[in-house]
């Protein structure tokens, strides 16, 4: 059960200036029962605020301080089995959302009409870091999500939007988002700094439109640029990467009801490929005993669609 209150004040002294001062109060309650019967209440104020300068029509800066609080994932509090991989992992029901302060900075620049510039700086103060944590029993060790303690962490992001009628295509635009990130927390098992399980430390995407309403055409080409993101286990250390991605499209809309898309999707193929590093037992004290990869090769494939609304 969970609810919010929350209150947004905005002052323009002028043109140019611009504060938002805002304040959210969030509120819930957790009740498990099974395996272990717990109920339990948290309350979170988040306060934040938006400073804009536009010193002209071109440009624009943000300056943005909130404090944000993750959500948990029901299926934490769960013990579960992997058979493909032998891997038991605890349910946790003393798990806590992640609290973060946010300081960003973003400066805009709007350029040839519709061309956009946005550059993002992002620094992160985390508190109770949710990642993963060894569960000890008299008999055994256990994987489990759970709080690891403070942490940081950064993001540099470029969008990008580029109308091409300048450039002599027009109809067409470019768009890119590319976003860099990185973080540091102290790894239970070994007490060394490290990034966030799952933290991508890349991700971005290419896209290009052209509209031809001649012919009441559009077609393009996208370009995703792939991840990897990794899993720190107490006795296992997984990578999982997914390789760049292209495809092509046209879309014929034959009437203002009718419309025909077909993609080529995938076109170099693409691979998944999964690698872990298991240890005899926690990884501080315990020897590599064997690594695992696993490469599946996805093919290039046709995709259409015919919608008729009505």
Do not use: C
């Amino acid at each position: 059960l969970r609810g919010e209150l929350f209150g947004v004040s905005t002052w323009r002294p002028n043109s140019r200036w611009g504060l938002e001062l805002g304040f959210r109060a969030e509120t819930s309650t957790i009740t498990q029962s099974g395996d272990a019967s717990v109920e339990r209440s948290f309350f979170y104020p988040k306060p934040r605020a938006l400073l804009t300068w536009s010193p002209n029509e071109q440009n624009q800066f943000r300056f943005r301080i909130e404090r944000e609080v993750g959500q948990l994932d029901f299926g934490d509090f769960v013990s579960s089995a992997a058979f493909s991989t032998g891997v038991i992992t605890s349910g946790n029901s003393d798990l806590e959302p992640d609290k973060t302060w946010i300081f960003e900075a973003a400066w805009e620049r709007r350029f040839w009409e519709d061309g956009t510039l946005v550059v993002t700086v992002t620094h992160g103060e985390i508190t109770d870091a949710s990642d993963r944590v060894p569960i000890f029993t008299p008999t055994d060790v256990f994987d489990a999500p759970g709080n690891i303690g403070d942490g940081t962490g950064q993001e540099l992001s470029v969008d990008l939007t580029v109308p091409l009628a300048r450039l002599g295509v027009t109809g067409g635009r470019l768009r890119t988002q590319l976003e860099w990130s990185r973080s540091e927390v102290t790894d239970p098992t070994t007490g060394e700094l490290r990034r966030v399980s799952g933290q991508q430390p890349f991700e971005g995407e290419i896209n290009f439109t052209h509209d031809l309403p001649r012919w009441n055409l559009q077609w393009g080409a996208n370009a995703f640029l792939g991840f990897e993101e990794t899993y720190f286990r107490f006795d296992t250390i997984e990578t999982i990467e997914l390789e760049t991605w292209y495809n092509v499209f046209a879309e014929w809309r034959a009437r203002p009801n009718l419309s025909v898309r077909v993609e080529a999707q995938n076109l170099a193929g693409r691979n998944f490929i999964r690698t872990r590093d298991v240890y005899a037992g926690p990884r501080d004290t315990s020897p590599l005993l064997f690594t695992e990869t696993r490469d599946l090769n996805f093919d290039p494939f046709i995709y259409m669609r015919i919608r008729r609304t009505w």
